[in-house]
């Protein structure tokens, strides 16, 4: 009695124990897939006609074009603002497709510039905020720099400038601690199209677009006339309305 009572309850176990497995299958074959997610449009970067980066939705309804300087505060100012919720609420969306345009102001501003686009439109986005992120570091190096320092920028080829001006300002350290060896450092500040697709784009605002300051923002072609992100935030409300 002893030893069939053992046999007995092990199969009931065994038993249980298959039931339950094969209703853990079936829970598990009759949950529902997770959707997939949605894409985020800020991940598709293209290179526009003048050599500026456009970021999200090429079909969105909403064209924003910011021309920006990486020595002006005020844009300083407004990427700090403006960059996680016109991201989140707008390019990942597929709501608004905004085109990056440098309106370059003085020598420290184009070797920013030509830094920023190491890597090409993918690694842009990241360089870009980076270095807004770094700007105040940047402009006291260049308050604090000695006169000496100064002549030696406007000296030599524009690479050989923009070299002494990433060094003395910090540039030089900000792009390495991101991953940027010296040599492709010294690639991009020497690319002889990117300083010409970044001093067209800057003549374009300038001549073409009658930019007289930055940063100056386009909504749909025409001219916003704000700059702060609350406002620049409403304009583009409105014109997703209006879409």
């Known amino acids: 009695m002893v030893a069939y009572s053992f046999r007995t309850a092990f199969a009931r176990r065994a038993a249980l124990?298959?039931?339950?497995?094969?209703?853990?299958?079936?829970?598990?074959a009759a949950a529902p897939a997770k959707p997939a997610a949605a894409p985020r449009w800020s991940s598709t970067v293209s290179t526009t006609a003048i050599g500026a980066y456009s970021v999200g939705n090429p079909d969105a309804k909403v064209k924003l074009?910011?021309?920006?300087?990486?020595?002006?505060?005020?844009c300083g100012d407004?990427?700090?603002?403006?960059?996680?919720?016109?991201k989140t609420l707008y390019v990942d969306k597929g709501l608004?497709?905004?085109?990056?345009?440098?309106l370059v102001r003085d020598p420290v501003d184009m070797t920013a510039a030509l830094l920023a686009r190491c890597g090409g439109g993918k690694a842009f986005g990241g360089n870009h905020q980076a270095i807004f992120a770094a700007q105040p570091a940047i402009l006291a190096r260049i308050t604090k720099a000695?006169?000496?320092q100064k002549a030696s920028w406007f000296e030599g080829s524009t690479g050989e400038r923009a070299r002494k001006i990433a060094a003395d300002t910090g540039l030089t350290a900000l792009m390495t601690a991101r991953g940027y060896t010296a040599a492709q450092q010294n690639a991009c500040l020497d690319d002889g199209v990117a300083q010409a697709e970044l001093t067209g784009m800057s003549n374009i605002g300038r001549n073409a677009d009658r930019v007289t300051g930055t940063p100056s923002f386009f909504i749909n072609g025409r001219n916003a006339e704000v700059t702060a992100w609350p406002a620049i935030k409403s304009k583009l409300d409105l014109a997703l309305k209006a879409s």
């Open 65 to 74: 074009i910011e021309y920006f300087s990486y020595t002006c505060h005020v």
């Open 96 to 102: 608004v497709q905004v085109e990056y345009r440098n």
């Open 146 to 148: 000695t006169d000496a």
């Open 78 to 86: 407004f990427a700090k603002a403006a960059a996680v919720p016109l």
């Open 17 to 28: 124990g298959a039931l339950g497995s094969a209703a853990l299958l079936l829970c598990t």
